[in-house]
T-cell receptor, first 114, second 115 residues
Framework: GENVEQHPSTLSVQEGDSAVIKCTYS??????FPWYKQELGKRPQLIID?????GEKKDQRIAVTLNKTAKHFSLHITETQPEDSAVYFC?????????????FGTGTSLTVIP | DTEVTQTPKHLVMGMTNKKSLKCEQH?????MYWYKQKAKKPPELMFV???????INESVPSRFSPECPNSSLLNLHLHALQPEDSALYLC??????????????FGPGTRLTVT
């Protein structure tokens, strides 16, 4: 099965600085890589995703890069704000005709210090 | 409507009780999922239903019994649970197949406490 590793487990940055979270996966058949933000007591919310046929994707302050050869992908948040503080999960998925079997990384607790 | 709903929000049950968790979506998604999430841990996939048929069971104990009565509803029947089963149970849905968006939409979860 798929194994997703995520680093770091905790990350503190000053407001306005950038934050980078990295994930690696093991299954070369994985073809979809979403990133979720989860605030305390709430559901995971998709913030950005990338498919295996794309190397980079950006949405305002958030970007994701994918290196299929090395089997790793990263989340980049620029100009961080206190409201970015949350737990972030990466996931790897193989999209099939029967659905998406998601495997999550262990999470990164991000704290943005005002 | 891009919402997945779950009931109840909170559930406290004894180890001899039988209870059910419910999940509903009206996005026309034909894949639905149950996840278990312990505090400060990632969601763990339990079951996947595709076109109302169970397609993936991640070696979940039989005290958890999923059911998909139609394309909009997903249930999780609970019986003889253990205290270590206390967790947040998340339902999610997505399109089934490789076209369109791959996104999974999560419900708000049911916070389960087993006493």
């Amino acid at each position: 099965g798929e194994n997703v590793e995520q680093h770091p487990s905790t990350l503190s940055v000053q407001e306005g600085d950038s934050a980078v979270i990295k994930c690696t996966y093991s299954d070369s058949a994985s073809n979809y890589f979403p990133w979720y933000k989860q605030e305390l007591g709430k559901r995971p919310q998709l913030i950005i995703d990338i498919r295996s046929n794309v190397g980079e994707k950006k949405d305002q302050r958030i970007a994701v890069t994918l290196n299929k050869t090395a089997k790793h992908f990263s989340l980049h948040i620029t100009e961080t704000q206190p409201e970015d503080s949350a737990v972030y999960f990466c996931a790897a998925s193989r999209v099939t005709n029967t659905g998406n079997q998601f495997y999550f990384g262990t999470g990164t607790s991000l704290t943005v210090i005002p | 409507d891009t919402e997945v709903t779950q009931t109840p929000k909170h559930l406290v049950m004894g180890m001899t009780n039988k209870k059910s968790l419910k999940c509903e979506q009206h996005m026309g998604h034909r894949a639905m999922y149950w996840y278990k999430q312990k505090a400060k841990k990632p969601p763990e996939l339990m079951f996947v239903y595709s076109y109302e048929k169970l397609s993936i069971n991640e070696s979940v104990p039989s005290r958890f019994s999923p059911e998909c009565p139609n394309s909009s509803l997903l249930n999780l029947h609970l019986h003889a649970l253990q205290p270590e089963d206390s967790a947040l149970y998340l339902c999610a849905s997505s399109v089934a197949g490789g076209t369109g968006t791959y996104e999974q939409y999560f419900g708000p979860g049911t916070r389960l406490t087993v006493t």
